[in-house]
């Protein structure tokens, strides 16, 4: 791989910082947006509220007919002060990495909005709001620099199963299509001043080799790269993903892409997640990664799993040797992110494997 580090003294310093202790990723964004009870009036913001004259209308592109409540990434430009709260939250919970909120920032799941005219915007404005986050806190403590993570989401489409139930060849998006979104996104995420790249949340590993296909070819195009992180997600109790993958297939599929971390996030609580990661720790050679959802969800879809007792699972995970970076994912809040940090706090980081030597 002879494309050089874009940040290539960032790099070092958190594959330093790797080595040396578990690292702490933040926890849940959309949990905590939830807490702001925001309308419909309040994710539009100035920027695209209704009755706006027309030059205004056609300037922003946005018909007023849809609705924008829930559209969680759009805050980062309506509302960019609730999502730099969120981040200065994990922050001083104990968090050495955040990640940008940008998990629907691409053009296929802007469509559901009628706002993917913006989805270069939202990935570059989503990293300055962090990196700011970040480098304010990096000054605080110069010793503990934070990082940056660029967040690639999976997208509403999956490019290696069927929506259709009638018609399994039937497939509603392209490797093509999939890869372009990627490439506008992930330049915008780097333009915006991102650490690292993360896959994240990765259902279906078509989706990811899509995502990490973009990444390699705009790597050489910039003629320079970041580091990527890539996180799947088991779906359910049968150790897969929804594409039909275990752990150890998953992780295989992917090593080519050389990745800083390979690891598991969303679908399961950390008690579920525990053999999967177990596998992972087993089989890759790179840094291992985890943010679990605060347990499953409850009838409500709520999760109920305090940051006491997620912290004491995660504790076991970071003393038998498993962890070099953990996080939370849905339901979890800077309480649930500063009792994990506290869990580990004490615990060796997972040593990378040493090279298996070839036979003579």
């Not at 971390?261 to 579920?272: F, R």
């Not at 970071?318 to 994990?340: E, M, Q, S, Y």
């Not at 869990?343 to 040493?354: G, I």
Request: aromatic share 6%; net charge negative; with cysteine.
């Amino acid at each position: 791989m002879s494309t050089p580090w874009l940040h290539p003294d960032r790099v070092a310093l958190l594959e330093n910082a790797l080595r040396q202790r578990i690292l702490i990723l933040d926890g849940g964004m959309g949990t905590m947006l939830q807490g702001h009870q925001l309308d419909e009036d309040g994710f539009r913001g100035d920027r695209f509220a209704e009755g706006r004259d027309s030059a205004h209308e056609h300037h922003h592109d946005h018909p007023g007919s849809c609705d924008l409540k829930g559209n969680n990434d759009l805050l980062t430009l309506t509302k960019p002060e609730i999502i730099r709260g969120v981040h200065e939250a994990y922050l001083e919970a104990g968090a050495d990495l955040v990640e940008t909120n940008t998990f629907n920032s691409t053009r296929i799941s802007q469509a559901d909005y009628h706002l993917e005219h913006l989805a270069y915007e939202l990935n570059r404005e989503g990293a300055r709001l962090a990196r700011a986050a970040c480098d304010a806190y990096t000054a605080k403590t110069p010793d503990k620099p934070r990082f940056v993570i660029g967040v690639l989401g999976p997208t509403s489409r999956t490019a290696s199963l069927s929506p259709d139930v009638n018609d399994p060849g039937f497939r509603n998006v392209t490797f093509e299509e999939l890869a372009a979104n990627y490439t506008e996104s992930a330049n915008g995420l780097i333009d915006g001043g991102a650490d690292v790249i993360m896959v994240e949340t990765i259902f279906d590993t078509l989706n990811a080799k899509a995502a990490l296909f973009a990444l390699s070819e705009l790597f050489h195009q910039r003629r320079a790269r970041l580091p990527v992180m890539i996180s799947g997600t088991i779906t359910d109790r049968s150790g897969r993903t929804l594409s039909g993958q275990t752990a150890e297939a998953f992780y295989y599929s992917v090593a080519h892409a050389r990745p800083l971390t390979v690891g598991l996030n969303c679908a399961l609580g950390a008690a579920d997640l525990r053999p999967h990661v177990q596998t992972l720790s087993n089989v890759a050679d790179c840094f291992i990664s985890t943010h679990p959802n605060a347990g499953l969800p409850n009838a409500f879809g709520e999760y109920d799993e305090t940051p006491e007792q997620m912290a004491s699972v995660i504790g076991s995970f970071a003393r038998d040797g498993l962890l070099n970076l953990v996080g939370g994912c849905c339901g979890t809040t800077p309480a649930h992110i500063k009792a994990i940090a506290e869990a580990v706090r004490h615990c060796p980081p997972r040593a990378l494997p040493v090279a298996k030597q070839e036979a003579a």
